[in-house]
T-cell receptor, first 113, second 113 residues
Framework: GAGVSQSPRYKVTKRGQDVALRCDPI?????LYWYRQALGQGPEFLTY????????KSGLPNDRFSAERPEGSISTLTIQRTEQRDSAMYRC???????????FGSGTRLTVV | DAKTTQPPSMDCAEGRAANLPCNHS???????VYWYRQIHSQGPQYIIH???NNETNEMASLIITEDRKSSTLILPHATLRDTAVYYC??????????????FGQGTILTVHP
């Protein structure tokens, strides 16, 4: 597509539920990144992929967070047993290759109640 | 990745050049300097990046000192729409974390009429 598409735009979930956030990168972009952003803070790195390979997952806060990109295109970030502290804007970005400029999506605003 | 230091906020008059400084005194030889900006609640937007030579594109110019310990992002004719948080980031050019960006607090640039 023309840009990075994320869905849903907004997600409200009850504490303890699992959520799956989707990212559809720009067609042909090799690298895909997940970030989390709290209000008033800069984006915080979570994980990233080159093609289908997860290169770095050092930013995932704990084992409730996981991500996949099985065919090297669409990626899903899954949060199991959500907690209120997981509430944030989750942003996905893609780049043509590692080291190129990122294009960010509009984000998914997750609220855990 | 090397740490960057930016002023928390700056002001600029509309139509004037905005010069945003960044210190990265611990930068290593294989690290690039990237600049992004984030307008209100939108996703961050790539501006420019460079290794050691000055760079210019349609958005801005990047001036990197000869010792590479600091850089300046120049918006030649600032407009009200340039009001945003500007992030200076230093990142590796190789290895498994190639392409991974670590965002700091950035500089809040306010352009006044």
């Amino acid at each position: 597509g023309a840009g990075v598409s994320q869905s849903p735009r907004y997600k409200v979930t009850k504490r303890g539920q699992d959520v799956a956030l989707r990212c559809d990168p720009i067609s042909g972009h090799v690298s895909l990144y997940w970030y989390r952003q709290a209000l008033g803070q800069g984006p915080e790195f979570l994980t990233y992929f080159n093609y289908e390979a997860q290169q770095d997952k050092s930013g995932l806060p704990n084992d409730r967070f996981s991500a996949e990109r099985p065919e090297g295109s669409i990626s899903t970030l899954t949060i199991q047993r959500t907690e209120q502290r997981d509430s944030a804007m989750y942003r996905c970005a893609s780049s043509l290759e590692p080291g190129y400029g990122y294009t960010f999506g509009s984000g998914t605003r997750l609220t855990v109640v | 990745d090397a740490k960057t230091t930016q002023p928390p906020s700056m002001d600029c008059a509309e139509g004037r050049a905005a010069n945003l400084p960044c210190n990265h005194s611990t930068i290593s030889g294989n690290e690039y300097v990237y600049w992004y900006r984030q307008i209100h609640s939108q996703g961050p937007q790539y501006i420019i990046h460079g290794l050691k030579n000055n760079e210019t594109n349609e958005m801005a110019s990047l001036i990197i000192t000869e010792d590479r310990k600091s850089s300046t992002l120049i918006l030649p004719h600032a407009t009200l729409r340039d009001t945003a948080v500007y992030y200076c980031i230093v990142a590796m050019t190789g290895g498994t974390s190639y392409g991974k960006l670590t965002f700091g607090q950035g500089t809040i640039l306010t352009v006044h009429p």
